[in-house]
């Protein structure tokens, strides 16, 4: 079984700065992806960014330049770190583990709340 415990969200004015993080512990195996997903109110869950465990990445068009994923393998926590936040950035960030070996599983963590408002 794995958990993903996140952190960092919060309250932010437009044009402000936030990093969230995300830490796995249990079964984690070496190959996989870790992500961020978020969803606001009234909207589905979309994703942010993506990055695999060889450090390759992927970003919604609607952050790129704006927001930046990495991951600390040693340490199974993926970060990402956000900048120029708008009010449509709002909404509940939620982390995400895949990972495959004879079946492909993916893991949620419990969500943080983003409020990007003046």
């Known amino acids: 079984q794995v958990q993903l415990v996140e952190s960092g969200g919060g309250l932010v004015q437009p044009g402000g700065s936030l990093r969230l993080s995300c830490a796995a512990s249990?079964?984690?195996?070496?190959?996989?992806?870790m992500g961020w997903y978020r969803q606001a109110p009234g909207k589905q869950r979309e994703l942010v960014a993506i990055?695999?465990?060889?450090?390759?990445?992927n970003y919604a068009d609607s952050v790129k330049g704006r927001f930046t994923i990495s991951r600390d393998n040693a340490k199974n926590t993926v970060y990402l770190e956000m900048n120029s936040l708008k009010p449509e950035d709002t909404a509940v960030y939620y982390c995400?583990?895949?990972?495959?070996?004879?079946?492909?599983?993916?893991?949620w963590g419990q969500g943080t709340q983003v409020t990007v408002s003046s």
């Open positions: 995400n583990l895949l990972q495959s070996r004879a079946t492909t599983t993916s893991y």
């Open positions: 249990g079964s984690i195996f070496s190959i996989n992806v």
């Open positions: 990055i695999n465990s060889g450090g390759s990445t």
